[in-house]
């Protein structure tokens, strides 16, 4: 029996190296991830040392591009005239990217020991993130808002803060807490980042308490008004104490 337990051991061993290369193959054809933004341009670089004596890009399984030497060069829709095929590095490079050109790549070549693949992504340029804030008990929170027309990628945008408070420091929340005793007169930034665009806004803490200012504006004025009905009222009972006194001197006159 131990005999014969033999081969089942070599089996196994062999199906574990088979796992294991399949593991280690797919590892290999893990996609390059390039990034482009909306009308700009992309180079996808296959980084790959040889000569090249013909080169095919696809774009899942349809052609873009295909090169043989000494037969030239050929690009199909809808990539023509919107591409550039570096036939020395194999590079490809696409123009005026557009929503629909986000996809996996490939490049072909028997001069290549495997194809290699690109999953391209096309993100729009950031819009300016909105700030707005809430005012609870002690706590101001101030809010990093995407604004809600856009919505490509929106899980790879990155939040960050600039301000000279502790609470800016190291923060990616979308969200920060101040407290009320915080200088308020101290400007917040919140910048939204992806991989091809960076945008930012601010807000000043002291906009978000206008609840304050404008109790104490009517504190001022009430304050205002009473000093001007006091004084009114003392300059009144001045003058008609003057008048009684010029009356009962009037009456005592001649004697
Ligand atoms: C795209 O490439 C063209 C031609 O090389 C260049 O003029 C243009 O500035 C590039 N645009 C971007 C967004 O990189
Ligand atoms: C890219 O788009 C702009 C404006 O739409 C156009 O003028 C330009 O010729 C295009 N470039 C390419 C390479 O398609
Ligand atoms: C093509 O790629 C090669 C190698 O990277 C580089 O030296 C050459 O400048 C590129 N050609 C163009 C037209 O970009
Ligand atoms: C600010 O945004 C948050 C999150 O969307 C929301 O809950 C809150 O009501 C907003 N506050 C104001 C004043 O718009
Ligand atoms: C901020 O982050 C960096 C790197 O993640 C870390 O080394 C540093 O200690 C952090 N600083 C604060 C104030 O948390």
Not at 21 to 46: A, R, Y
Not at 99 to 125: A, C, G, M, N
Not at 182 to 207: A, P, W
């Amino acid at each position: 029996m131990a005999g014969g337990s033999d081969p089942g051991w070599a089996l196994r061993v062999f199906s574990v190296f088979l796992l294991l290369g399949l593991v280690l193959d797919f590892i290999g054809c893990d996609p390059v991830k390039p990034f482009g933004i909306m009308n700009g341009n992309v180079t996808l670089n296959p980084s790959y040392d040889t000569v090249f004596k013909e080169i095919t890009w696809k774009k899942q399984k349809d052609k873009v591009v295909e090169w043989y030497r000494g037969s030239g060069l050929r690009e199909f829709p809808p990539y023509q005239g919107r591409i550039f095929l570096n036939v020395t590095s194999g590079e490809l490079t696409i123009f005026n990217l557009t929503s629909s050109d986000e996809d996996l790549y490939e490049l072909e070549s028997q001069d290549l020991k495997d194809s290699i693949t690109f999953l391209l992504s096309v993100l729009e340029p950031l819009p300016s993130p909105i700030l707005n804030c809430t005012l609870t008990d002690e706590k101001v929170i101030v809010w990093c808002l995407i604004p809600e027309h856009y919505n490509r990628h929106v899980d790879l945008i990155k939040y960050s803060w600039d301000c000279p408070l502790e609470q800016c420091k190291n923060s990616s929340n979308p969200e920060l807490e101040f407290k009320k005793d915080n200088d308020l007169s101290k400007e917040i930034q919140c910048t939204l980042s992806n991989q091809v665009s960076k945008m930012k806004s601010s807000i000043v803490l002291r906009t978000c308490v206008p609840d304050d200012r404008s109790r104490h504006r009517w504190l001022v004025i009430i304050a205002i008004v009473t000093s001007i009905v006091i004084l009114l009222l003392m300059l009144f009972r001045k003058s008609i104490l003057r008048n009684r006194r010029k009356a009962h001197e009037i009456k005592q006159g001649p004697h």
